[in-house]
T-cell receptor
Framework: LAKTTQPISMDSYEGQEVNITCSHNNIATNDYITWYQQFPSQGPRFIIQGYKTKVTNEVASLFIPADRKSSTLSLPRVSLSDTAVYYCLVGDIARGKLIFGQGTELSVKP | NAGVTQTPKFRVLKTGQSMTLLCAQDMNHEYMYWYRQDPGMGLRLIHY???????AKGEVPDGYNVSRLKKQNFLLGLESAAPSQTSVYFC???????????FGPGTRLTVL
C-alpha cells in the first residue's frame, strides 16, 4: 500500500534554513512529488513540484534523489509567517492515486 | 476571480440525514477533486473528476457520491450521514492532472 511519511513537527528560528523530508518508498514511475503549505482554517496552497533531481522557485527548493524514494523541501531563511503545516503529495491522478503525507507542523520562533 | 469556493462553510447533521456540498471554480479547470481532512491523517482523496460528466473513486469513496453536471461545479453528496464522516472537506481543481491544485477554503461538517 502506498504510503507517504513525514515528521510530525519541526522547530526553527527566524533566518534559518529548514529542510523537511518526505519518505515515499513505493513511488511509481509516473508519480510526481508536490509540496503544499496550509495555514489554520485555510485550504492548502501549492509550494513546489518535481519529478527528479532538483527544482527551485522563488520560495523553495525541492531535492529528489535518483531512486526517488524520498524528497526534501528546503525553505531558505524562514520567517515567522512560514509557521504552517507542510504536506507532501505523491501520485498520479491518471492512475487514480494521490497520497498526502500526514503533514509536518513547522513552528518558527523569533 | 474567486478561484475555488465551497458552500456551506459549516454544517451540523444528525446521523442518517443527507446533504450536498457544493464546489465551484471559475478558472475553467478540467480536473476537480474532493478530499477529507482528519487530524493526524493529512488529506485523503474521496472522489475526483477529469472533466464534465465524468467522476471516479479515490482512496475513501464509501458513503459519498459525486456529480459533475457542469464543468465549473463538483457536488459531493452524503446520502445517510454517519459520525465517522465528521471531518473538514476540501475541494480542489487543476487545469490538468499533473498541474497545481487550487484548494477551496473548506467545509467543516459535524455529524452527531
Amino acid at each position: 500500500l502506498a504510503k507517504t511519511t513525514q515528521p510530525i513537527s519541526m522547530d526553527s528560528y527566524e533566518g534559518q534554513e529548514v529542510n523537511i523530508t518526505c519518505s515515499h518508498n513505493n513511488i511509481a514511475t509516473n508519480d510526481y512529488i508536490t509540496w503544499y503549505q496550509q495555514f489554520p482554517s485555510q485550504g492548502p496552497r501549492f509550494i513546489i513540484q518535481g519529478y527528479k533531481t532538483k527544482v527551485t522557485n522563488e520560495v523553495a527548493s525541492l531535492f529528489i534523489p535518483a531512486d526517488r524514494k524520498s524528497s526534501t523541501l528546503s525553505l531558505p531563511r524562514v520567517s515567522l509567517s512560514d509557521t504552517a503545516v507542510y504536506y507532501c503529495l505523491v501520485g498520479d491522478i491518471a492512475r487514480g492515486k494521490l497520497i498526502f503525507g500526514q503533514g509536518t507542523e513547522l513552528s518558527v520562533k523569533p | 476571480n474567486a478561484g475555488v469556493t465551497q458552500t456551506p462553510k459549516f454544517r451540523v447533521l444528525k446521523t442518517g440525514q443527507s446533504m450536498t456540498l457544493l464546489c465551484a471554480q471559475d478558472m475553467n479547470h478540467e480536473y476537480m477533486y474532493w478530499y477529507r481532512q482528519d487530524p493526524g491523517m493529512g488529506l485523503r482523496l474521496i472522489h475526483y473528476s477529469v472533466g464534465e460528466g465524468t467522476t471516479a473513486k479515490g482512496e475513501v469513496p464509501d458513503g459519498y457520491n459525486v456529480s459533475r453536471l457542469k464543468k465549473q461545479n463538483f457536488l459531493l453528496g452524503l446520502e445517510s450521514a454517519a459520525p465517522s464522516q465528521t471531518s473538514v472537506y476540501f475541494c480542489a481543481s487543476s487545469y490538468a492532472g499533473k498541474d497545481t491544485q487550487y484548494f477551496g477554503p473548506g467545509t467543516r461538517l459535524t455529524v452527531l
